[in-house]
């Protein structure tokens, strides 16, 4: 969108677009007054315009806007971006720059002003095409695509040559620990920009969980490069923040720090706190699940990069003795984590990273470990801060126990209406408010885990495949929307997340962004959303942190669910999905 800002005499004439035209008054001397004008047709959150004027000029001016760089020398071409809290125009307003200045020389000058066009440049990916698989409603194999690519917008750090999110940039380069230490890398938490240690460690688990349960499938979905990518980039975090044997930095960050400010990871410039837990200060919860990252990771990567398989795992056994032999609470030696992460305990933990160890090494001595301190009890909710469902997989999966089997039909009971557990009116497993998809999505991977595992008799085998693809389905598009972002039927638009929702550099970032009544200006591919409240009820709102946050946990077995619907496809075992409409149980 271009204005042409014409000098005759002492009237500037302002031309926006076709016959729009706008006198302005100029001044004598060299020096003049004028202004550059464009009539909005959609509402913005900051803009860029571009001044070009036909003599150099001086001494420039801008009055509600400002200039970038220099302005008092001598130039043909000046930046011109809102003031902070002063980019939010509407649709159907005259953004008008006025700007003054000197013709350097005399005499008069015409100028031209172009307002960018604010696109990120990001470009959706083709959705792959899995040939030979059974006909599936929804395409398992793009949101596996999208999902990574959600993590790929999390990342902090030097990004890569092949970043694919344009609109992300290198962020959280001062990170360091007390000694100087490099923290720099990771996944921001959410929709924030904290590096929460725990949740990371369970979403990588889970994330690579997926392949090596998978690899085939995901190789036939395209994507297997691109997963083992993000599997590493946290993997290489914990490496460096493994300091010492007894030693591991679980935060960077301040929480309330952090969410008091709205701004994009990018524009981060000071030295940010970062946590530790030791054997002063123990967090064998964190540890575990951090080894448990680590032995997974050793596992994908044994055949594709055998080094630093290798280094995966001598990390995972020293935080293993680590947490086994100094046990506690992280959060109680972290309590900034407290508010945001709290553990409520450390021994399902202990059983997690026993059995991925034992996975890791076939060591009968961490098998013997988990057997110990296996807890029979059925599931409240698989997640970041509990392992308990996962537990009854791995289990079954090394000691083909009947108990552990019985254990998973417990769970699944508890998450049917006969055990108590509540449905919406659409058929979503309601858990709890806060993040109803992620939990209910965690558990259906659990689901079909068991399925594959044949934890159960013929039709109890069914019910979870049935129940638990009914589950992602939900999240896909089977009440009308879609709950992930860029994906499918009326999909989120106004996710709670900082990245997402700023506008392009240079452009200032503060809490205009997040209250923009319109779309976020980044589309965050594939990330899912909390989710609907009890009654099926959903704002696509950003300021709605509890129903409209992203997470990098709430992705997590999401991601592996729609993988294991993915490879039930390839195997043609897919349930019927009309089914999902009557609320099928576990």
Same mark, same amino acid.
């Given at each position: 969108?271009?204005?042409?800002?014409?000098?005759?005499?002492?009237?500037?004439?302002?031309?926006?677009?076709?016959?729009?035209?706008?006198?302005?008054?100029?001044?004598?001397?060299?020096?003049?007054?004028?202004?550059?004008?464009?009539?909005?047709?959609?509402?913005?959150?900051?803009?860029?315009?571009?001044?070009?004027?036909?003599?150099?000029?001086?001494?420039?001016?801008?009055?509600?806007?400002?200039?970038?760089?220099?302005?008092?020398?001598?130039?043909?071409?000046?930046?011109?971006?809102?003031?902070?809290?002063?980019?939010?125009?509407?649709?159907?307003?005259?953004?008008?720059?006025?700007?003054?200045?000197?013709?350097?020389?005399?005499?008069?000058?015409?100028?031209?002003?172009?307002?960018?066009?604010?696109?990120?440049?990001?470009?959706?990916?083709?959705?792959?095409?899995?040939?030979?698989?059974?006909?599936?409603?929804?395409?398992?194999?793009?949101?596996?695509?999208?999902?990574?690519?959600?993590?790929?917008?999390?990342?902090?750090?030097?990004?890569?040559?092949?970043?694919?999110?344009?609109?992300?940039?290198?962020?959280?380069?001062?990170?360091?620990?007390?000694?100087?230490?490099?923290?720099?890398?990771?996944?921001?938490?959410?929709?924030?920009?904290?590096?929460?240690?725990?949740?990371?460690?369970?979403?990588?688990?889970?994330?690579?969980?997926?392949?090596?349960?998978?690899?085939?499938?995901?190789?036939?979905?395209?994507?297997?490069?691109?997963?083992?990518?993000?599997?590493?980039?946290?993997?290489?975090?914990?490496?460096?923040?493994?300091?010492?044997?007894?030693?591991?930095?679980?935060?960077?960050?301040?929480?309330?720090?952090?969410?008091?400010?709205?701004?994009?990871?990018?524009?981060?410039?000071?030295?940010?706190?970062? &946590?530790?837990?030791?054997?002063? *200060?123990? #967090?064998?919860?964190? +540890?575990?699940?951090?080894? !448990? /990252?680590?032995?997974?990771? @050793?596992?994908?990567?044994?055949?594709?990069?055998?080094?630093?398989?290798?280094?995966?795992?001598?990390?995972?056994?020293?935080? &293993?003795?680590?947490?086994?032999? *100094?046990? #506690?609470?992280?959060? +109680?030696?972290?309590?900034? !984590? /407290?508010?945001?992460?709290? @553990?409520?305990?450390?021994?399902?933990?202990?059983?997690?990273?026993?059995?991925?160890?034992?996975?890791?090494?076939?060591?009968?001595?961490?098998?013997?470990?988990?057997?110990?301190?296996?807890?029979?009890?059925?599931?409240?909710?698989?997640?970041?801060?509990?392992?308990?469902?996962?537990?009854?997989?791995?289990?079954?999966?090394?000691?083909?126990?009947?108990?552990?089997?019985?254990?998973?039909?417990?769970?699944?009971?508890?998450?049917?209406?006969?055990?108590?557990?509540?449905?919406?009116?659409?058929?979503?497993?309601?858990?709890?408010?806060?993040?109803?998809?992620?939990?209910?999505?965690?558990?259906?991977?659990?689901?079909?885990?068991?399925?594959?595992?044949?934890?159960?008799?013929?039709?109890?085998?069914?019910?979870?495949?049935?129940?638990?693809?009914?589950?992602?389905?939900?999240?896909?598009?089977?009440?009308?929307?879609?709950?992930?972002?860029?994906?499918?039927?009326?999909?989120?638009?106004?996710?709670?997340?900082?990245?997402?929702?700023?506008?392009?550099?240079?452009?200032?970032?503060?809490?205009?962004?997040?209250?923009?009544?319109?779309?976020?200006?980044?589309?965050?591919?594939?990330?899912?959303?909390?989710?609907?409240?009890?009654?099926?009820?959903?704002?696509?709102?950003?300021?709605?942190?509890?129903?409209?946050?992203?997470?990098?946990?709430?992705?997590?077995?999401?991601?592996?669910?729609?993988?294991?619907?993915?490879?039930?496809?390839?195997?043609?075992?897919?349930?019927?999905?009309?089914?999902?409409?009557?609320?099928?149980?576990?």
């Amino acid at each position: 969108m271009k204005s042409l800002l014409l000098w005759t005499g002492m009237v500037v004439v302002t031309m926006v677009m076709a016959e729009q035209t706008t006198k302005m008054t100029g001044g004598g001397s060299g020096s003049f007054n004028g202004q550059f004008c464009f009539h909005l047709e959609n509402d913005v959150n900051g803009y860029e315009v571009k001044l070009h004027f036909s003599h150099p000029v001086s001494g420039a001016r801008v009055i509600e806007s400002q200039i970038v760089g220099d302005s008092s020398s001598c130039s043909d071409t000046y930046l011109v971006i809102n003031k902070p809290y002063q980019g939010k125009k509407t649709a159907g307003q005259d953004l008008c720059i006025r700007f003054s200045g000197q013709v350097c020389g005399g005499g008069t000058v015409t100028g031209t002003g172009t307002l960018v066009d604010m696109d990120d440049g990001e470009v959706k990916p083709r959705a792959p095409h899995v040939s030979g698989a059974q006909s599936m409603k929804y395409n398992y194999a793009e949101v596996m695509q999208l999902s990574l690519m959600f993590y790929e917008a999390q990342r902090s750090g030097k990004l890569p040559a092949d970043n694919r999110i344009p609109w992300r940039g290198d962020s959280g380069m001062q990170d360091k620990g007390a000694g100087g230490e490099d923290l720099t890398g990771g996944w921001y938490d959410a929709g924030d920009n904290v590096k929460f240690g725990f949740p990371m460690a369970w979403s990588a688990t889970m994330l690579c969980w997926s392949y090596v349960e998978y690899p085939d499938t995901w190789q036939k979905s395209g994507q297997a490069d691109h997963v083992l990518d993000n599997i590493r980039w946290p993997l290489e975090y914990f490496i460096k923040c493994h300091t010492k044997p007894n030693e591991l930095y679980v935060q960077v960050g301040g929480g309330n720090t952090d969410h008091a400010q709205w701004t994009r990871p990018e524009d981060m410039d000071s030295n940010r706190p970062a &946590y530790k837990v030791d054997a002063s *200060h123990p #967090g064998s919860d964190v +540890v575990m699940q951090t080894a !448990a /990252a680590m032995a997974c990771g @050793s596992i994908a990567f044994k055949t594709k990069d055998p080094t630093f398989s290798s280094t995966l795992l001598t990390h995972a056994k020293q935080l &293993y003795d680590f947490g086994k032999n *100094h046990q #506690g609470e992280y959060s +109680v030696s972290v309590p900034d !984590a /407290a508010n945001f992460y709290k @553990s409520q305990n450390y021994t399902d933990e202990n059983n997690w990273g026993a059995f991925w160890l034992h996975w890791a090494t076939g060591q009968d001595s961490y098998l013997q470990d988990a057997q110990v301190r296996y807890a029979h009890e059925p599931a409240w909710g698989f997640s970041w801060d509990e392992q308990i469902g996962g537990n009854h997989i791995l289990c079954y999966k090394f000691l083909k126990s009947d108990a552990c089997k019985a254990d998973l039909a417990s769970t699944m009971e508890l998450w049917s209406k006969s055990g108590g557990m509540r449905y919406t009116p659409k058929c979503l497993a309601f858990r709890m408010v806060w993040g109803a998809n992620r939990y209910a999505s965690n558990t259906a991977f659990l689901a079909l885990l068991g399925a594959k595992y044949g934890m159960g008799s013929a039709s109890e085998l069914a019910s979870y495949r049935q129940w638990g693809m009914c589950q992602l389905h939900y999240a896909l598009g089977d009440t009308g929307r879609s709950f992930v972002v860029g994906y499918g039927t009326n999909p989120p638009t106004q996710p709670h997340h900082r990245g997402a929702s700023c506008p392009v550099e240079p452009l200032v970032c503060n809490w205009d962004a997040q209250q923009n009544s319109g779309p976020n200006p980044h589309t965050i591919y594939g990330a899912l959303v909390g989710g609907p409240g009890a009654q099926d009820d959903y704002t696509d709102s950003r300021t709605d942190f509890i129903h409209n946050e992203v997470a990098c946990d709430y992705n997590a077995g999401f991601t592996g669910g729609v993988t294991a619907l993915l490879d039930l496809a390839l195997h043609h075992q897919l349930p019927d999905p009309s089914a999902c409409s009557s609320c099928p149980q576990p």
